[in-house]
Nanobody
């Protein structure tokens, strides 16, 4: 059973940086993609970024491209999201997720588990 625990959120000002972490347990070899989603109040959960576990292929939403970087530490089974130049519209609860491949992750089908989320608040 996959378990995901996010951390690293907080309250920051516009232009600041944060690094989110997602500690994973129970991963199996057929869980090849992990990623980050976010959900702002009153909005649907949206894709932010993903990475394939063995080939490090990264994919970003337009809103994240150029400002966010997804990475992982395979030895620690930990996923990261480095967020730079944060904007008020980045305010949301950020969740990590695991899936068999990128397509299923982005489409939110066959998601093994969601973490509890970590709040990111960017003040103007």
């Amino acid at each position: 059973q996959v378990q995901l625990v996010e951390s690293g959120g907080g309250l920051v000002q516009t232009g600041a940086s944060l690094r989110l972490s997602c500690a994973a347990s129970g991963l199996t070899s057929n869980r090849l993609a992990m990623g980050w989603f976010r959900q702002a109040p009153g909005k649907e959960r949206e894709f932010v970024a993903s990475i394939t576990w063995y080939s490090n292929n990264a994919l970003y939403a337009n809103s994240a491209e150029g400002r966010f970087t997804i990475s992982k530490d395979s030895a620690k089974n930990t996923l990261y999201l480095q967020m730079n130049n944060l904007k008020p519209e980045d305010t949301a609860v950020y969740y990590c997720a695991a899936a068999p491949n990128t397509a299923k992750l982005v489409a939110r089908t066959s998601i093994d588990a969601w973490g509890q989320g970590t709040q990111v608040t960017v003040s103007s």
